[in-house]
């Protein structure tokens, strides 16, 4: 990625996490673009068995396990990503000025920028989730999202639900969503109480496990050791963190913030605020779905959104590249 001189920096990618999954994804890209084709190949041959035909053809029972949701997400966004690249002029490409990625989508982010290879990042999310999957008993945890509450509302929430339980704060998604992560009978107690207070919308989320919490303590030491054995070089651009919502380069740093993720808070609203200032206009989701669009716009409505996800989204975005160009 080259820098083209003149070229303003001003295009931040961004990659989605768990539950933007979704049977069929990426398999228009696959048919399409020479480079996505590969990045599925790539993939079958270092998991070792053939994820693309799961994201292409389901079941969704398989695909919505989390050892598979997560090298499955993380591969289909960087096939979008290969396409972009393969397709838009190198002066599009140059504008990029750092990357981000949600949860999981924080390794899509550090593929993106270098810093990881793929076969090790998928391998690494694969192993990620069966940690995840291993450290809390089926049924044992869950996340809630409120909807239409700010976050000192949230917390004080959590503070009167969790009766000495684990709850606490896992996605900070927009100033008025916040999914918590805790024991299942805290998150009902909190659901309860959510709604006898008025919050506009309470969902509970059709997850495996609570992620981004306490409970999470075993998958972290265990993704540590995975991790540890990694190499994490250097990034060619700046990549987001979800635990400090901080712009870092350092491969040592980059890999500690994917601990340290496992159980901490994605600070998605800080993330998106810290992109602003340094300078992006243009926000571009690659990967499945829009998700990240949708907290955008809510965060921060002047940015322009654009997205990677089949042959359609593509070709409107190098449109809408190409328009700003010129």
Avoid at 31 to 44: F, G, H, I, L, M
Avoid at 64 to 91: C, D, F, G, I
Avoid at 117 to 144: F, I, K, N, Y
Avoid at 255 to 280: D, F, N
Wanted: charged share 20%; hydrophobic share 50%; net charge neutral.
């Amino acid at each position: 990625m080259g820098m083209v001189s003149g070229a303003p920096r001003d295009v931040a990618l961004v990659f989605p996490g768990q539950g933007s999954q979704a049977v069929g994804m990426g398999k228009a890209l696959h048919e399409a673009n020479p480079p996505s084709r590969q990045v599925y190949e790539r993939a079958d041959r270092a998991l070792g068995y053939p994820l693309s035909r799961t994201c292409f053809e389901g079941p969704e029972e398989a695909l919505r396990l989390t050892a598979t949701t997560q090298p499955a997400v993380l591969v289909t966004s960087l096939a979008a990503l290969a396409a972009l690249r393969a397709t838009a002029p190198q002066e599009c490409m140059a504008r990029v000025v750092c990357a981000a990625g949600h949860s999981l989508g924080e390794y899509s982010a550090l593929v993106a920028a270098g810093a990881l290879e793929l076969d090790d990042a998928v391998r690494a999310v694969r192993r990620r989730g069966e940690h995840m999957q291993a450290a809390v008993p089926d049924g044992a945890g869950a996340m809630v999202a409120l909807l239409g509450a700010p976050l000192e509302v949230v917390d004080a929430l959590c503070r009167e639900a969790a009766a000495g339980e684990v709850l606490s704060p896992a996605n900070l998604n927009a100033p008025d969503q916040t999914v918590v992560a805790g024991t299942a009978a805290a998150v009902d107690r909190l659901a309860g109480l959510a709604r006898s207070r008025g919050i506009r919308k309470v969902v509970r989320l059709p997850v495996s496990a609570p992620f981004h919490c306490a409970l999470m303590e075993p998958a972290r030491e265990r993704l540590a050791q995975d991790l540890a054995a990694l190499s994490v070089r250097d990034a060619a651009f700046p990549v987001v963190q979800n635990v400090s919502a901080r712009a870092e380069t350092r491969g040592a740093a980059l890999r500690e913030a994917l601990v340290r993720q496992v159980t901490a808070p994605v600070r998605w609203v800080e993330s998106v605020i810290r992109m602003k200032e340094m300078g992006v206009r243009t926000l571009i989701e690659v990967g499945p779905g829009r998700v990240l669009c949708g907290l955008a716009r809510r965060i921060a409505p002047d940015l322009a959104l654009l997205n990677v996800e089949d042959p359609a989204s593509l070709g409107a975005t190098l449109g809408a590249l190409g328009a700003a160009r010129s």
